[in-house]
C-alpha cells in the first residue's frame, strides 16, 4: 500500500521559511517524478513544485525564487524548502508522483503564513 506523510508545516510570519518533508513508503521515488501540490480554502488544488527523476525541476510562477524542491532517494523522501513566505502561500501542502498521481493524497501539512 502506497503511503505519502507530509510534515513541517507551521505558523509563520510573512518573510519567514519553512522546509516541509514528504516520506513515502510502498513507493519508491527513486522510479517516480515527484510534486509538491497545495490546496488553500475554497481554491483547487495546484502543482507548486516538481522534480524529475532526472532531478530537473520546475515550479509555479508564484513560487519561483522563494521555494525549492529536492529530493533524497536513499531515504525515500521529498524536501520543499520555503523562503520569503507569503501570506497567499497558506495552504494545505501535499506531495504525490507527477504528473500523474499514482498515489492516493496523504492528510497533508498546513502552512499557515500571517501578514
Known amino acids: 500500500q502506497v503511503q505519502l506523510v507530509e510534515s513541517g508545516g507551521d505558523l509563520v510570519q510573512a518573510g519567514g521559511s519553512l522546509r516541509l518533508n514528504c516520506v513515502a513508503s510502498?513507493?519508491?521515488?527513486?522510479?517516480?517524478?515527484m510534486g509538491w501540490y497545495r490546496q488553500a480554502p475554497g481554491k483547487q488544488r495546484e502543482l507548486v513544485a516538481a522534480?524529475?527523476?532526472?532531478?530537473?525541476?520546475n515550479y509555479a510562477d508564484s513560487v519561483k525564487g522563494r521555494f525549492t524542491i529536492s529530493r533524497d532517494n536513499a531515504k525515500n523522501m521529498v524536501y520543499l524548502q520555503m523562503i520569503s513566505l507569503k501570506p497567499e502561500d497558506t495552504a494545505v501542502y501535499y506531495c504525490?508522483?507527477?504528473?500523474?498521481?499514482?498515489?492516493?493524497w496523504g492528510q497533508g501539512t498546513q502552512v499557515t503564513v500571517s501578514s
Open positions: 522534480i524529475t527523476r532526472g532531478e530537473n525541476t
Open positions: 510502498g513507493l519508491s521515488i527513486r522510479f517516480n517524478n
Open positions: 504525490n508522483t507527477w504528473p500523474d498521481l499514482w498515489a492516493s
